[in-house]
């Protein structure tokens, strides 16, 4: 496998030609002078938490890694050997907007295909084994450095360890080695086999990107079809006759289920409906609350007075163009259907920047508009700065 470079100014159209979802690269400087976002103890502190989910994987052989999931307590960490471990942090995006802004250093692949950003502490000579992915994945550095290793491409076939508790690779097969510092970043395309380790104490910061299977893709548009589907829509025998055997299960009958059935797969409309709110959906739904019962006179009110409304730091939003006249708004898993008119507003509400000042404004001039920030807000999709 080629090793390769660039630097922080590079083209991102041709990062994407010649290297996203092909070849791991190296980004040099990606972000220069980059200092953390938040500490190792802060982190450990956030791996305490019921909420956020977390992992502590040390490493006691080559052959044996443990793992631990949290919530952790502060005993948990002082019993901790002094090197050979790391701590894993999901999704710190959703609690420190600071971290949440990293995402828009990747602002050239779709935001719906951002999955989260996970941070890992590791401690000297630490690591999580070689592994791969089935994702892509930038691997930002932070505090101290890593050396990553690169290796063969997985598949299904690939054999695992039994051994360890981590899904492993039971052979690493290396065609690079380098070492990253504060700010370089190494993307990693999916099913690439790598391997980091801690030279010293460091901070990983771990931008993933979501890739649905086409299995979890059959399977939820499936469902979704049979949610939608009519008790009476039925199998039906084709011009009955006496048949040669009883026994047979003959081809016209299958071959008329089958079109049946791929009838019912090939409805484009319901499957933009359907994708764009399974691309949504929250990773965390759990943290987005709706607002108590209050009544609707003092949340509009509430908007009037608000100096801007955000999204929620675990909500999802986008949006599809179904043809010339309709725009469809996906939020969090739920769909809206809306004139193709209030399309500028549309998008500028699916930006994960505020809305405020006069732009706040113009909305609410919008009754369509209107009606669907306080929709959003009593769902818990917005929130009032």
């Given at each position: 496998?080629?090793?390769?470079?660039?630097?922080?100014?590079f083209?991102?159209a041709?990062?994407?030609?010649?290297?996203?979802?092909?070849?791991?690269?190296?980004?040099r400087?990606?972000?220069?002078?980059?200092?953390?976002?938040?500490?190792?103890?802060?982190?450990?502190?956030c791996?305490?938490?019921?909420?956020v989910?977390?992992?502590?994987?040390?490493?006691f052989?080559?052959?044996?890694y443990?793992?631990?999931?949290?919530?952790?307590?502060?005993?948990?960490?002082?019993?901790?050997?002094?090197?050979?471990?790391?701590l894993?942090?999901?999704?710190?995006?959703?609690?420190?907007?600071?971290?949440?802004?990293?995402?828009e250093?990747?602002?050239?692949?779709?935001?719906?295909?951002?999955?989260?950003v996970m941070?890992?502490?590791?401690s000297?000579?630490?690591g999580?084994?070689p592994?791969?992915?089935?994702?892509?994945?930038?691997?930002?550095q932070?505090?101290?450095?890593?050396?990553?290793?690169?290796?063969?491409?997985?598949?299904?076939?690939?054999?695992?360890?039994?051994s360890?508790?981590?899904?492993?690779l039971?052979?690493?097969?290396?065609?690079?080695?380098?070492?990253l510092?504060?700010?370089?970043?190494?993307?990693?395309?999916?099913?690439?086999?790598?391997?980091?380790?801690?030279?010293?104490?460091?901070?990983?910061?771990?931008?993933?990107?979501?890739?649905?299977?086409?299995?979890?893709?059959?399977?939820?548009?499936?469902?979704?079809?049979?949610r939608?589907?009519?008790?009476?829509?039925?199998?039906?025998?084709?011009?009955p006759?006496?048949?040669?055997?009883?026994?047979?299960?003959?081809?016209?009958?299958?071959?008329?289920?089958f079109?049946?059935?791929?009838?019912?797969?090939?409805q484009?409309?319901?499957?933009k409906?359907?994708?764009?709110?399974?691309?949504?959906?929250?990773?965390?739904?759990?943290l987005?609350?709706?607002?108590d019962?209050?009544s609707?006179?003092?949340?509009?009110?509430?908007?009037e007075?608000?100096?801007?409304?955000?999204?929620?730091?675990?909500?999802?939003?986008?949006?599809?163009s179904?043809d010339?006249?309709?725009l469809?708004?996906?939020?969090?898993?739920?769909?809206?259907?809306?004139?193709?008119?209030?399309?500028?507003?549309?998008?500028?509400?699916?930006?994960?920047?505020?809305?405020s000042?006069?732009?706040?404004?113009?909305?609410l001039?919008?009754?369509?508009?209107?009606?669907?920030?306080?929709?959003?807000?009593?769902?818990?999709?917005?929130?009032?700065?």
């Open positions: 496998m080629k090793f390769n470079v660039i630097r922080a100014d083209d991102r041709e990062f994407l030609e010649k290297y996203w979802q092909k070849e791991p690269v190296i980004i400087q990606l972000i220069p002078e980059f200092t953390d976002l938040i500490s190792p103890e802060e982190l450990a502190g791996a305490c938490e019921e909420l989910e977390s992992r502590v994987i040390t490493e052989t080559p052959d044996d443990q793992l631990q999931n949290g919530p952790f307590t502060e005993k948990d960490f002082t019993g901790l050997p002094e090197e050979n471990w790391t894993l942090v999901q999704a710190m995006d959703q609690w420190f907007e600071e971290i949440a802004n990293l995402r250093q990747f602002n050239f692949v779709p935001s719906w295909r951002v999955d989260d941070i890992s502490f590791a000297n000579n630490a999580v084994g592994h791969f992915d089935n994702y892509d994945v930038f691997l930002l932070g505090m101290g450095r890593r050396r990553w290793r690169v290796g063969q491409r997985c598949d299904d076939a690939t054999a695992l360890r039994d360890s508790q981590v899904k492993l039971q052979d690493f097969i290396q065609s690079a080695e380098y070492e510092e504060a700010g370089d970043a190494l993307y990693i395309p999916p099913r690439v086999a790598h391997w980091g380790t801690s030279l010293g104490d460091s901070l990983c910061y771990s931008i993933g990107f979501r890739a649905p299977s086409y299995g979890e893709m059959l399977e939820g548009f499936s469902d979704f079809l049979i939608s589907s009519k008790s009476e829509d039925r199998f039906e025998d084709p011009s006759h006496i048949p040669a055997d009883v026994n047979e299960i003959d081809s016209h009958s299958l071959d008329l289920s079109q049946a059935i791929k009838s019912q797969l090939e484009p409309l319901l499957f409906q359907w994708f764009g709110c399974h691309v949504t959906q929250a990773k965390y739904p759990e987005i609350e709706p607002l019962e209050e609707l006179e003092v949340l509009e009110a509430a908007l007075d608000a100096s801007s409304v955000s999204h929620h730091p675990s909500s999802r939003f986008a949006y599809m179904v010339e006249q309709q469809l708004l996906f939020v969090d898993g739920n769909a809206a259907l809306f004139d193709q008119s209030l399309s500028g507003m549309l998008k500028r509400l699916c930006k994960s920047t505020a809305i000042g006069d732009e706040l404004d113009e909305f001039n919008i009754p369509t508009i209107r009606e669907l920030l306080l929709k959003l807000l009593t769902e818990g999709s917005l929130i009032i700065d």
